[in-house]
């Protein structure tokens, strides 16, 4: 396939007007074959990566269902998030053994839909303080086998693990499973500015939804927030709903931190591309009103807005088009160490782009492995 007259993302050099071609699965410096898309009026973009998010459409990846997996993957397809990474909750080791098991077993078999390429951990290992939306009767303390029965279950798909570092045992937690390929994130947490420093000396590289779910950035404690900035090499997840962060914050956290180190995640739960209504998750009672998703306390539960709606609310914001597209693409497939094979449009890179309409970033189409695939 061809695809030409769009303006093709580059990481490095922004958009250029070039064709995009690819051979079978990935992309080519000639076409596989005569296909011609033409994408007059669009960017051409990488499939978006979604490294954390709970749900969609009425499910949820804690329901750890095949079926729930396939029903989300296609919808997320739908809206030119490609590559998958859902997240589970703070649950009983037997449902979470139940979940990575899931993945596992739906990766091997999934025919249609995103490609699930990797699980993420977001509980147990969290703070009671700071738990927000997740269950406060299953929080655990870092235990490095239980991380390592879960990795087992998930056939090693276990790409990122949240932990709270002021917990016993965190530091040297963070250390082993940093060392052995896991992507640590530090998140629902009290920890003040010396504990994030020790998290991040001892090896993790990523901060789980910045801002929510730990002590607020100030002139004298600047946590969490400021450890991280000090850390060139920790990349922050950032939910851009318009919901959890205000347009100024978003607009900040990219001149703060830059680009390349920022990560647009959805965090959705199972209402996404749902009505409004009365919603679980993690087992617990939720409301959601427009974009506002609360447990009956008020804490905010999750988000309503997939990662495309993210991307074009980031880009309403004032955030350079190439900077929002290189935060929901190259920089999680960086998080997830698959750069060299999903992330960007080069040559023997994974065939999976979306054309958006340069009017309002609509989505045209999406080709994925090669193929076009229909859209609502």
């Not at 591309?273 to 609360?294: C, S």
Request: net charge negative; hydrophobic share 45%; charged share 20%.
């Amino acid at each position: 396939m061809r695809i030409s007259n769009g303006a093709v993302f580059e990481v490095d050099r922004g958009f250029l007007f070039r064709d995009l071609c690819t051979n079978g699965a990935v992309i080519a410096e000639q076409s596989g074959d005569a296909r011609v898309l033409d994408a007059s009026g669009c960017y051409v973009i990488p499939g978006l990566i979604d490294l954390h998010f709970h749900g969609c459409k009425g499910e949820d990846f804690s329901d750890a269902t095949p079926e729930g997996l396939a029903k989300m993957a296609e919808y997320e397809l739908s809206q030119g998030v490609t590559y998958l990474c859902p997240a589970g909750m703070t649950l009983p080791e037997a449902q979470l053994l139940r979940i990575c098991e899931n993945a596992a077993y739906y990766q091997r078999t999934a025919v249609t839909g995103a490609e699930l390429v990797g699980v993420n951990l977001e509980g147990p290992f969290l703070s009671a303080e700071k738990k927000g939306a997740q269950n406060g009767a299953y929080l655990r303390e870092p235990d490095l086998k239980l991380l390592d029965r879960l990795r087992t279950a998930a056939g090693e798909l276990v790409k990122l693990v949240t932990v709270a570092p002021e917990l016993p045992g965190a530091v040297e937690f963070i250390r082993k499973a940093a060392q052995s390929g896991i992507t640590v994130s530090v998140g629902h947490t009290a920890a003040d500015y010396a504990a994030a420093q020790q998290a991040f000396f001892a090896g993790a590289r990523q901060v789980t939804h910045l801002f929510n779910a730990m002590a607020p950035f100030s002139h004298r404690a600047p946590g969490v927030v400021g450890a991280a900035f000090d850390h060139p090499e920790v990349r922050v997840e950032l939910i851009c709903d318009g919901v959890h962060i205000h347009e100024s914050v978003v607009r900040s956290v990219f001149r703060l931190y830059g680009p390349e180190r920022v990560i647009l995640i959805s965090d959705t739960m199972r209402a996404a591309g749902m009505p409004d209504g009365q919603y679980t998750l993690g087992g617990l009672d939720v409301t959601v009103r427009g974009k506002l998703a609360t447990l009956a306390d008020g804490t905010i539960a999750g988000a309503v807005t997939n990662l495309m709606e993210g991307l074009r609310t980031a880009v309403s914001f004032g955030i350079p088009l190439k900077d929002a597209v290189r935060a929901a693409t190259f920089n999680p497939a960086q998080a997830m160490h698959m750069q060299h094979r999903i992330g960007t449009l080069s040559a023997g890179m994974d065939a999976s782009a979306v054309l958006l309409d340069k009017k309002d970033l609509s989505v045209r189409a999406v080709v994925f492995r090669g193929e076009l695939i229909e859209i609502a």
